[in-house]
């Protein structure tokens, strides 16, 4: 059974600081990892997709890695700002059925 | 990208009541959606996949008589809460992907819905 974790549960950053966010999953047969955004009462937004083919994807100040082989994913936030608190949430899917199985989160507060 | 949409967004019920949440893909058709439910401060847990035009699927521990699921047309599932009691309160969220249970093609969130049961 996939169990997905995340380290670590809460992180605050002064503005500016670049951080790693990271993500380790216990099945690598993995089709592929996902990383969204959530913001407090709201729903998920995606943030980052990468295929098991791939080893990472960039997205403006987001750069997210993958390695399958030691189960393992980042996601590197650079030089952030009050707008990029919310919580971090990763997702990788596989297994019977192709279900999405979650991480816990990650709750970022960037202080202006 | 897709566009997944829930209604309502939030519901206020007596307990004993029952409530139901629509979940459609507006721009795609969504042959499997899935529920899942988050409580406060914790993770998205699935409640269960649904294929169009075939039963629900529930994970182990979710009461099937009373969270029903009805996935009638490629771009609507609904998932009806029965017998509402306070412990069901909580956010549900739906999501939507084009393809069976064997895809693995990206799965669309709608925005969600805080039930609160008094």
């Known amino acids: 059974k996939q169990e997905v974790t995340q380290i670590p549960a809460a992180l605050s950053v002064p503005e500016g600081e670049n951080l790693v966010l990271n993500c380790s999953f216990t099945?690598?047969?993995?089709?592929?990892l996902q990383w969204f955004r959530q913001d407090p009462g709201k729903g998920l937004t995606s943030l980052l997709l990468?295929?098991?083919?791939?080893r990472e994807q960039t997205s403006g100040r987001l750069n997210a890695s993958l390695d399958k082989s030691s189960g393992r994913s980042t996601l590197y936030i650079a030089a952030s700002q009050p707008g990029d608190s919310a919580t971090y949430l990763c997702?990788?899917?596989?297994?019977?059925?192709?279900?999405?199985?979650f991480g816990a989160g990650t709750i970022l507060r960037v202080k202006s | 990208g897709a566009v997944v949409s829930q209604h309502p967004s939030w519901v206020i019920c007596k307990s004993g009541t029952s409530v139901k949440i629509e979940c459609r893909s507006l721009?795609?058709?969504?042959?499997?959606m899935f529920w899942y439910r988050q409580f406060p401060k914790q993770s998205l847990m699935l409640m269960a996949t649904?294929?169009?035009?075939?039963?629900?699927?529930?994970e182990q521990g979710v009461e099937k008589d009373k969270f029903l699921i009805n996935h009638a047309s490629l771009t609507l599932s609904t998932l009806t809460v029965t017998s509402a009691h306070p412990e069901d309160s909580s956010f549900y969220i739906c999501?939507?992907?084009?393809?069976?249970?064997?895809?693995?093609?990206?799965?669309?969130f709608g925005p969600g819905t805080r039930l609160t049961v008094l």
């Open positions: 649904s294929n169009e035009g075939s039963k629900a699927t529930y």
């Open positions: 997702a990788a899917l596989g297994g019977y059925g192709n279900k999405l199985v």
């Open positions: 099945d690598s047969a993995i089709y592929n």
């Open positions: 999501s939507a992907r084009e393809g069976g249970a064997f895809s693995y093609n990206e799965q669309f």
């Open positions: 990468i295929q098991s083919s791939q």
């Open positions: 721009d795609f058709q969504a042959t499997t």
